[in-house]
C-alpha cells in the first residue's frame, strides 16, 4: 500500500512540474488550429498561420504547412523527407508532430534560387492560441 501511494505521489508531482514548465502534450484527437511562427532562411518565405493541427486517435499529429511560394519540393523532418501538393500557388506539406512545447526543427529545399538550397528552419508553436477546428 505504502508503495502504491509513493508512485502516486511522485506521479502527481511530476505532473505538477510539468504543468508548471509549460508542458503540453498534444491534444486529444481531432483537426485543431495553432498559431505557428517560422524563423530560419532569409526571412523572406513564411508559412500559413494559423496552421492546421490533426492528431489521430493512435496520438500521432500532423502538422500541415503551407508555404509562401511554391517553390519547395521537399522537407526533411527528423531525417525523414516529406513531398508537397501545390495548393493554390503554394507548396503544401504534411509533416509529424511530436509535441508542442518545443520548436520543430525542419529542413525545406527551395528551387527559386539559380540551384536548389536546403535551408534549416525552426517552428515553434503557439499553445494558447490552440482552438479545435473540428
Known sequence: ?????LVFTLALVMLAAAVSCGWKALPGAGTYTIEVKLE??????????PAELVVFPDGQASLVVIWSSDKYDYMLVDGERYEPAIKDGHSLFVIPVKTLDKPLSVIADTTAMSTPHEIEYTIT???SSLKNAS
Open 125 to 127: 508553436f503557439d499553445v
Open 1 to 5: 500500500m505504502k508503495k502504491r501511494i
Open 40 to 49: 530560419g532562411g532569409t526571412g523572406r518565405a513564411s508559412i500559413a498561420s
